[in-house]
C-alpha cells in the first residue's frame, strides 16, 4: 500500500509480482495525480479500478494477486487505467492437470475457551435461533402458509415466548418438474435437508395439496447422502383432503398442527456451549475490487479462527471459485476431497455448457463499476473467504457435512440461490460481505453483512454490520477486523446483538436450486 499520509492519494498492491493496483480514494482519483513513489495518473480512475504500475504491451499478462487476470487488448502505459474493456479473458485452469493435496496446510493451533448461548437438539446439533418452520411440498400452497404465518405471529407466538418466530419454507418446486430426473436429486435433497436446519430445533411439519409430484411421503424419505424424517402423517397437512371444507378448515388444520410444535420449541432455553458447535456459511454478493483485500481476507481469517475452536465453516459460489480452484487443490486434506472438488466444478462446466453459456456471464454490471474485470479477478478474491485451513470436505449442493472444519458446499453464485443451499447444508449463522451494497437477509439465519468499503459502510450505516474498509486505509489491519468479526458472530449466534437485516426485518425468499427440467 501507498501510504505516504492521510490525505494522500492511496493504492493497494496486493503481491509483489502485481503490475496493476487499485486506487483507494473516494471517488477515485484525477489525471495528473502523483503518488510518492513517482507514479502520475495519466487520466481520471474511479475508486476500486485498476492503474498500471508499469507499461503493458499488448497480449502482455495482466496481473493481480500474483496472478494473471488476463491479457492487455492494447498497449497501456504506466498510470492509465485498466477499465474490464482492456482486459481479454484467460482460459479457466484445466481440471485434469491440478495438483492435489500437495500442500497440506498443517493444523492451526486450537482456540479454546470460546462459547456461545445456543439451542441443543436431539441429534446433537445447536442451534442460533429457535423457530418453527412450516416446509412445503410444493409452491401452490406458498400463499395459505404465508396466511397462516401472520395468524401464528399475531395470535400463537406471544403465547410461546421462548420461541423466536416463525418462517416458511416457501420454494417454486414440487409439480411441473421432471421429479424423476438426475438433477432432480438436487431440489428434493435441498428441501427436505431446509426442514432439518438446526435452527428448527428438530421439529418438522409439512403443508401439501396433494396432487403434487413430490409428494411429502417422497420429500421425507432418505437416500445413501441423506437422513430419512420420521414424521407422523398426523404432522402433514393436505389441502386437497376432504375432511377440509373451506379455507378456514385447511387454515385450523394447520394450527393445530404447528401448536403442537409451538409447544415442544417454548420448552427449550438457551445453554452455554463452544464455539465448535457454530456452523457458518461465507457468502459474497454485489462485489468489487476491494472484496479481495478487505473484507474476504478478513472473513478468512476469522473462519481460520472458527476452524482453530472446532468449529464448521462453508463457502460456496461454484463460479466464483473455478478460476481459482488451483490455488484450492493443493490445500484438500486428501487426493479423495481434491478429487471431488473438481469432480463440483466439472458438473458445473456442464451445466453452463448445457445452458449455452459460460463463465463470462459472471460478473455482474455492478462487479464492474466497483472495479472487478472479470470473474478471473473476482474468483481471486472470493477463495480469500476460505482463510488458510485445509479443506476437509466437499459436498454437493443441499448436501449436509460429515466432518467439522473448512467444508466447501458447492452452490451457484446467485447470492438467493447460494443463501438457500447453504441453509439446506446446515449453517446455522451466515457472514455475507458487500462493496456495492445488498439490504440480503435470511429469516431463518441471521446474516451479518460487512462492508468492503468506508464509504459503503457509512452511507449504509443502519444496513452494514460490520466495516472492513479500515484495511483499505491503514486503520486496522486483516487481523484486527477479522478478530471483530469472530467476536460478532459469537453475539449473533447467541442473540446478544441483532444484525441489521433482522432488525428491520428484511428477508429474502428461497431459492432452491434446481438444475433438473421443468415439464
Not at 143 to 148: L, M, N, P, S
Not at 245 to 265: C, N, P, T, Y
Not at 285 to 308: E, H, M, Q
Not at 397 to 424: E, H, N, W
Amino acid at each position: 500500500m501507498n501510504t505516504p499520509g492521510n490525505d494522500s492519494p492511496l493504492y493497494i498492491k496486493v503481491h509483489e509480482n502485481d503490475n496493476v493496483a487499485i486506487v483507494v480514494n473516494n471517488n477515485g482519483l484525477t489525471a495528473g495525480t502523483a503518488f510518492s513513489c513517482g507514479l502520475v495518473l495519466k487520466e481520471h480512475i474511479p475508486q476500486g479500478h485498476k492503474v498500471a504500475l508499469s507499461d503493458i504491451a499488448k497480449g502482455a499478462d495482466i496481473i493481480r494477486y500474483g496472478e494473471v487476470i488476463g491479457y492487455a487488448l492494447r498497449d497501456i502505459a504506466r498510470g492509465c487505467w485498466i477499465d474490464e474493456s482492456l482486459v481479454i479473458l484467460p482460459e479457466a485452469p484445466d481440471l485434469a492437470s491440478l495438483p492435489l493435496a500437495t500442500a497440506v496446510p498443517p493444523a492451526l493451533e486450537p482456540l479454546k475457551g470460546y462459547t456461545f448461548e445456543g439451542y441443543r437438539n436431539a441429534d446433537g446439533s445447536v442451534g442460533t435461533r429457535n423457530l418453527l418452520a412450516i416446509t412445503t411440498s410444493v409452491h401452490c400452497v406458498a400463499g395459505v402458509v404465508d396466511h397462516v404465518v401472520k395468524i401464528i405471529e399475531r395470535q400463537l407466538l406471544p403465547n410461546y415466548p421462548n420461541v423466536d418466530g416463525v418462517v416458511a419454507l416457501n420454494h417454486l418446486y414440487g409439480c411441473g418438474v421432471a421429479i424423476n430426473a438426475p438433477a432432480a436429486v438436487v431440489p428434493i435433497r435441498t428441501i427436505h435437508n431446509l426442514a432439518l436446519n438446526p435452527n428448527f430445533g428438530g421439529e418438522v411439519m409439512v403443508v401439501g395439496l396433494g396432487c403434487e409430484k413430490l409428494q411429502p411421503e417422497r420429500l421425507l424419505e432418505g437416500t445413501p447422502d441423506v437422513q430419512a424424517i420420521s414424521l407422523d402423517d398426523s404432522d402433514i397437512v393436505r389441502l386437497q383432503d376432504e375432511k377440509h371444507v373451506g379455507f378456514e378448515s385447511m387454515i385450523d388444520d394447520i394450527l393445530q398442527v404447528a401448536e403442537r410444535h409451538l409447544q415442544r420449541l417454548n420448552q427449550r432455553k438457551r445453554e452455554t456451549v463452544p464455539a465448535s458447535e457454530l456452523v457458518v456459511g461465507m457468502q459474497c454478493g454485489g462485489s468489487d475490487a476491494f472484496s479481495g483485500v478487505t473484507a474476504n481476507p478478513a472473513v478468512g481469517f476469522a473462519s481460520d479462527l472458527l476452524v482453530r475452536c472446532g468449529a464448521t465453516v462453508m463457502f460456496s459460489e461454484v463460479t466464483e471459485v473455478r478460476d481459482a480452484v488451483h490455488l484450492l487443490t493443493p490445500r484438500v486434506v486428501d487426493e479423495a476431497t481434491g478429487k471431488r472438488l473438481l469432480e463440483e466444478m466439472a458438473w458445473y462446466d456442464d451445466y453452463l455448457n448445457m445452458g449455452k453459456t459460460d463463465r463470462s456471464a459472471n460478473p455482474s454490471p455492478g462487479n464492474k463499476k466497483g472495479g472487478l474485470a472479470n470473474v478471473v479477478e473476482k474468483a481471486l478474491g472470493s477463495i480469500a473467504k476460505s482463510g488458510r485451513s485445509a479443506i476437509a470436505e466437499v459436498l454437493s449442493p443441499g448436501q449436509r457435512p460429515t466432518k467439522r472444519g473448512l467444508i466447501y458446499a458447492a452452490t451457484p453464485a446467485s447470492d438467493f440461490v447460494c443463501g438457500t443451499q447453504q441453509m439446506a447444508s446446515g449453517i446455522t449463522l451466515q457472514v455475507f460481505t458487500t462493496g456495492r451494497g445488498t439490504p440480503y437477509g435470511l429469516a431463518a439465519i441471521p446474516v451479518i453483512k460487512m462492508a468492503t468499503r468506508s464509504a459503503l459502510a457509512d452511507r449504509w450505516h443502519d444496513l452494514m454490520d460490520i466495516n472492513a474498509g479500515t484495511i483499505a486505509t491503514g486503520e486496522e489491519t486483516i487481523e484486527q477486523v477479522g478478530w471483530r468479526l469472530f467476536e460478532l458472530i459469537l453475539d449473533i449466534a447467541s442473540a446478544r446483538k441483532e444484525t441489521w437485516s433482522d432488525r428491520w426485518g428484511i428477508h429474502n425468499a428461497l431459492a432452491v436450486f434446481n438444475p433438473a427440467p421443468v415439464t
